[in-house]
T-cell receptor, first 117, second 113 residues
Framework: AQKITQTQPGMFVQEKEAVTLDCTYD???????LFWYKQPSSGEMIFLIY??????QNATEGRYSLNFQKARKSANLVISASQLGDSAMYFC??????????????FGTGTRLQVTL | KAGVTQTPRYLIKTRGQQVTLSCSPI?????VSWYQQTPGQGLQFLFE???????NKGNFPGRFSGRQFSNSRSEMNVSTLELGDSALYLC????????????FGPGTRLTVL
């Protein structure tokens, strides 16, 4: 069963506007981590932001923030003041702790964001 | 600190050959994971090594193998290459146990002809 769902295959946003990329997840593990990565056309996966399941505050990293709603099992990425360089594929991923201390990430199918002038 | 490095960046092989990919994690990171990315299957977990031991393995055939050295550098080997093995292979490093950030390298793009 798919554990990470990204329902937006593609999104457009105007430069300087904010955009929200959706991510829902499914797990029965009480301890898990949620990640967002950016993948430009070059292929490299760039770490953006991390949220632990026990973190009380929503994570923020510069222009990126994670809107974590635990009861709804959602972890949406908010990019403020979009820039042309934000155009890329964005992946939501989850790491569950039931596998012990292992580091397996389960990825969603991604959202392609296009920033326009 | 230097990031995760992967070599080579691009590789072209023919069916039946074997290939070895290399990953050097961020200094101090002991966990290295490998992922395969294809347009059809997306990002799929291959395996993870921690302190030279395979700690977790994805659902891939035995043709895919890996190892980790004492300096945490890791290699991934694919034997008897098939056309479907054409993919971007990404490795990620993490400091250790527990929930914390995981950083990826630039990937190796493998093309099998």
């Amino acid at each position: 069963a798919q554990k990470i769902t990204q329902t937006q295959p593609g999104m457009f946003v105007q430069e300087k506007e904010a955009v929200t990329l959706d991510c829902t997840y499914d797990t029965s593990d009480p301890s898990y981590g949620l990640f967002w990565y950016k993948q430009p056309s070059s292929g490299e996966m760039i770490f953006l932001i991390y949220q632990g399941s026990y973190d009380q505050q929503n994570a923020t990293e510069g222009r990126y923030s994670l809107n974590f709603q635990k009861a709804r099992k959602s972890a949406n990425l908010v990019i403020s003041a979009s820039q042309l360089g934000d155009s890329a594929m964005y992946f939501c991923a989850m790491r569950e702790s039931y596998t012990g201390t292992a580091s397996k990430l389960t990825f969603g199918t991604g959202t392609r964001l296009q920033v326009t002038l | 600190k230097a990031g995760v490095t992967q070599t080579p960046r691009y590789l072209i092989k023919t069916r039946g050959q074997q290939v070895t990919l290399s990953c050097s994690p961020i200094s101090g990171h002991r966990s290295v994971s490998w992922y395969q990315q294809t347009p059809g299957q997306g990002l799929q977990f291959l395996f993870e090594y921690f302190s030279e031991t395979q700690r977790n393995k994805g659902n891939f055939p035995g043709r895919f193998s890996g190892r980790q050295f004492s300096n945490s550098r890791s290699e991934m080997n694919v034997s008897t290459l098939e056309l479907g093995d054409s993919a971007l292979y990404l490795c990620a490093s993490k400091e250790g146990s527990g929930q914390n950030e995981q950083f990826f390298g630039p990937g190796t793009r493998l093309t099998v002809l």
